[in-house]
């Protein structure tokens, strides 16, 4: 009789085969094949803003490898990788300096000797930066001391968004440095206020008390093209396809950004009347970015800008959709509260709330999702189909400015408490569309 544990590996491996071919279908579907490691161009489904079905084949095949490395390897060799992993140093090294639009010049590929010239860097430390990541896929040495990119290089291009967004994150790694800090110090411990996050206290150790919302112009540009990145990284335009826009008129994107949902949606439902609601200071990068992407839409009077601050102010009255993006993670309950009681009050009898957001899967909690699919891990995977990408999100919340990703139920609970309740949910992989209405009495 084959032991339980045993099982459970044979059921790992059997996950980890039907995902990988689940996964090799979808890009044989494109006609383009299955991509290689070494390829040196982005694959058509790498551009697609569709791509559910590899997301879910993704998160079986990573949750249920990781899970297999762990059960399989001594508890020590796990442990020491979880500390001693410096990808993201080398990454970090990769598009601070560009060395991926340097190696775009050179698709035969470019000598040590030379790159680190390009880049002014030292070309022995260089080439062991390198020679980390190719590990990973990430670049490859076509001969010795020569590299050239990948498509997962490709990526990391200061002019792709992804790439941008990477570029930009350093910080976030000094800052969970002194998480531990933080959980010990009083003036911190406790506290969910944006001025007492990690974040906060890694700059007051330098001196640096600026808050994370007050951006200078500048500043503004860089944290709303990031999002654009997020948004890609994330699969947020999955939400395109997914959700019924064909039975909507009217959308309020509060919070709106500069566009980074609302415009492609606009193109793709040329029926819906837009308004974008954010800071002035915002709506005016936005406006810039719609004519320069969207002119159609704005000669046709289809998209207003609307100035909005949802912590005192309620958006416009009587829309069909008042949709939320990556908004509700980035404060603490109380304000999460006020932002929807502020939609509350304007919403029609028919409006819907749309929170587009990650949602974390606990054990010993009751999901009811009523999802369009299965939200459930297949066993034996663990919880979360083993995927650990919202909680680590949900650390970057904290990290930043006290902020959070919830369970569905928290969602419920805030929901509740203005008025609405959950009336489905969408599992996008990694995020989750959730549609609130009225509470009816």
């Known amino acids: 009789m084959t032991e339980p544990n045993e099982v459970k590996v044979e059921a790992l491996l059997s996950i980890i085969n039907s995902s ?3 996964a090799m279908a979808e890009y044989k579907n ?12 982005l694959h058509p489904l790498d551009f697609a803003t569709d791509t559910l079905a590899l997301r879910k084949a993704i ?21 020491y990788n979880l500390i001693h992993n410096y990808n993201w140093a080398c990454t970090n090294v990769a598009t601070q300096s560009c060395i991926a639009d340097v190696l775009e010049k050179h698709p035969e590929g470019l000598s040590v000797d ?14 062991r930066v390198l020679r980390l990541l190719t590990l990973r896929g990430c670049f490859k040495e076509v001969k010795r001391d020569v590299f050239a990119n990948t498509r997962l290089s490709l990526v990391l291009k200061s002019t792709n968004d992804v790439g941008f967004n990477l570029q930009h994150q350093r910080g976030c790694h000094q800052f969970a440095a002194v998480l531990y800090e933080t959980m010990t110090n009083q003036e911190f411990a ?3 206020e944006a001025e007492k996050s990690t974040r906060a206290s890694a700059l007051k150790n330098e001196g640096k008390h600026d808050s994370f919302w007050e951006m200078d112009e500048e500043a503004c540009k860089i944290f709303h093209k990031c999002m654009i990145g997020h948004s890609v990284i994330h699969g947020s335009y999955t939400a395109l396809h997914y959700y019924p826009w064909d039975n909507v008129s009217s959308v309020v994107d509060v919070g709106s950004g500069t566009g980074t949902i609302s415009i492609p ?32 839409a704005l000669l046709d009077g289809r998209v207003e800008f609307v100035p909005l ?25 109380n304000e999460a509260c006020v932002i929807l009681r502020n939609i509350r009050k304007v919403m029609g009898p028919n409006s819907r709330v749309l929170i587009h957001e990650c949602v974390l899967l606990r054990k010993f909690e009751e999901a009811d999702l009523g999802a369009n699919g299965s939200t459930e891990a297949l066993e034996p995977t663990l919880l979360n189909f083993g995927s650990n990408t919202p909680y680590q999100h949900d650390m970057l919340m904290w990290l930043l400015f006290n902020g959070k990703e919830r369970t569905l139920n928290e969602f419920k609970n805030i929901g509740a ?13 990694g995020m989750m569309l959730m549609e609130f209405r009225i509470a009816q009495d």
């Open 59 to 79: 998160r079986l095949l990573e949750g249920a490898c990781e899970q297999l490395n762990t059960i399989l390897a001594p508890p020590q060799h796990t442990a």
């Open 309 to 333: 601050n949802f912590l005192e102010e309620s958006p416009v009255v009587g829309k069909d959709v008042y949709y939320l993006r990556s908004i509700i993670h980035d404060w603490p309950d």
């Open 20 to 22: 990988a071919r689940e």
């Open 417 to 429: 408490s203005a008025g609405l309740v959950l009336t489905q949910t969408y599992d996008l992989v």
């Open 114 to 127: 030379a790159l680190a010239d390009a880049v002014n860097f030292d070309k022995t430390k260089l080439a």
């Open 190 to 192: 406790r506290s969910d």
């Open 265 to 296: 949606l606009a193109k793709m439902f040329p029926h819906l009347r837009v308004t974008n609601q954010d800071l002035p200071e915002t709506l005016k990068l936005s406006r810039n970015i719609w004519e320069r992407n969207a002119p159609e």
């Open 30 to 41: 494109t006609g383009h094949g299955v991509p290689g490691i070494d390829a040196n161009t």
